[in-house]
């Protein structure tokens, strides 16, 4: 009789709930807005082996250099295209995030040792992340800054500059990183490696300030390689320059979180429920911990596309406080939870397996290669492209021989530039922090017709009208 390896009820939670996480977003439609031109970009920059740094596809600021925050990233998909065309890229993006979270669940569990627990917050940080988790080069930063906290967590922070100097060239948003190591290193917490407990109130706290030396020197080491990037030390204001720029173009996902939306009810649902527990389970604030739960609530309120960090950052002191509620109801003085290698007579293995095995196959199903057969996935999630890519539209555009320059919404221009031949150009595109008040201002007259538009688009030569109906 072959016997089974042993599988919990806890190790089919945390499976359940990470292969959720990879099945929504293999499942998530590619938005026309925020993919396409990176991947247009990266096809140049692999043709042409050299870093796009100037516009090459509008006609309103053709030739303008700026800094290419996301080269790396523009690369990366490319070559994935090249390898399996938009599904594979799609794939990758969703293995990047479920890692991501694997990695998240892992802190938890090293922190408290059950796999319920771990499970949970997890999926709460999953849910409170969602309108992050698009396909476009903030994937690979949601992935690093995930393991930047489990490096951390488990000693092995050596491994971080090189890490930081891939993280540099990819996405914008390394400073977290930094951050979140300075942090570590300033307020050095109690060794929980191994230990599964918490530390309890009335334990004694020191009085001497120690920062952690050698995480200090990994945190300049990781900063120094930041600043191998084409763009050397111009990279760190032109990430500041992009922010702003991004926030004062009005888009909807840098706009300050509403409470009242959806994503702000659910983050302060969340927010709400770490203090309420944290306060049940009479613990303190770690200074570390608080400083990473100041900052990141702060970025999360400022801007809506921030939820995502604040959810893995939180993460895992969410999970020990849950953990000590779940510990102080059960008024046990034994270790925290019962350890993931105890034997429980409760666990059957075979329904364990069982189980598992058809997530597996759900998430097979679930893949961008067999999504539009599943008959399981609402209708919405079975196509490859959302429907409002405007790819019919490009191919009238494409044989118009008089369409040169093209005025469409910029949710749709990125798709334009991946679509359209090279010498049909868009007046304005997703890429908003390299555009120029004056460009901006004139696209904001046209798209709501205020007074002047005709003469707008007479003064930029636009031939060519991409318009909804």
């Avoid at 408290?112 to 396909?135: E, H, M, N, S």
């Avoid at 304005?428 to 390299?434: G, K, N, Q, V």
Wanted: aromatic fraction near 12%; proline fraction near 8%; hydrophobic fraction near 50%.
């Amino acid at each position: 009789m072959v016997r089974l390896p042993r599988l919990t009820l806890g190790h089919v939670w945390i499976v359940a709930v990470l292969g959720s996480i990879f099945g929504y977003v293999c499942t998530m439609p590619v938005d026309p807005a925020d993919f396409w031109h990176y991947l247009k970009a990266g096809q140049f920059m692999v043709e042409t082996r050299s870093v796009l740094d100037y516009d090459r596809y509008t006609f309103t600021i053709a030739s303008r250099p700026f800094v290419n925050i996301h080269w790396g990233s523009q690369v990366a998909y490319y070559l994935v295209y090249l390898i399996g065309q938009v599904p594979l890229i799609v794939f990758v993006h969703a293995v990047a995030v479920g890692l991501a979270f694997a990695l998240v669940c892992a802190v938890a569990w090293h922190r408290t040792r059950d796999g319920r627990v771990a499970a949970i917050t997890t999926l709460v940080a999953f849910i409170v992340g969602t309108p992050g988790l698009a396909l476009r080069p903030q994937g690979f930063s949601i992935c690093l800054l995930a393991v930047t906290v489990w490096l951390l967590e488990r000693r092995r922070a050596w491994v971080l500059p090189p890490i930081f100097l891939c993280w540099a060239n990819l996405h914008g948003a390394f400073p977290l990183g930094l951050f979140v190591i300075a942090a570590y290193a300033l307020c050095p917490g109690p060794d929980l490696i191994g230990g599964g407990r918490l530390v309890p109130r009335a334990a004694p706290v020191p009085t001497v300030w120690r920062p952690d030396l050698p995480l200090l020197a990994v945190l300049a080491a990781s900063g120094a390689a930041t600043l191998i990037t084409p763009w050397g030390v111009h990279l760190f204001p032109a990430v500041l320059a992009a922010e702003a720029a991004s926030r004062s173009a009005g888009i909807a996902e840098w706009e300050p979180l509403s409470l009242l939306s959806a994503p702000g009810a659910v983050f302060l649902a969340a927010a709400a429920g770490l203090l309420l527990l944290r306060g049940a389970a009479g613990e303190r604030w770690r200074p570390r911990d608080a400083s990473l739960m100041l900052l990141f609530t702060y970025l999360a309120m400022r801007e809506q596309r921030a939820v995502v960090w604040w959810g893995i950052v939180a993460a895992p002191f969410m999970a020990e406080t849950l953990a000590a509620v779940v510990q102080s109801l059960s008024n046990r003085r034994a270790p925290l939870i019962v350890r993931e290698g105890q034997p429980n007579p409760g666990d059957r293995v075979g329904l364990n397996w069982a189980l598992t095995l058809v997530l597996g196959l759900h998430l097979i199903w679930c893949t961008p290669w067999l999504k539009p057969g599943y008959p399981l996935l609402p209708d919405a999630k079975r196509p490859l492209l959302a429907p409002d890519t405007p790819a019919a539209m490009a191919r009238v555009i494409m044989t118009s021989p008089g369409a040169r320059h093209v005025f469409a919404e910029f949710t749709w221009a990125g798709y334009f530039i991946w679509a359209l031949d090279t010498e049909q150009k868009v007046c304005y595109d997703p890429r908003t922090i390299i555009f120029p008040p004056p460009i901006m201002g004139a696209y904001r007259r046209v798209s709501l017709a205020l007074d002047g538009w005709q003469s707008t688009l007479d003064r930029y030569g636009v031939d060519t009208l991409a318009l909804s109906k």
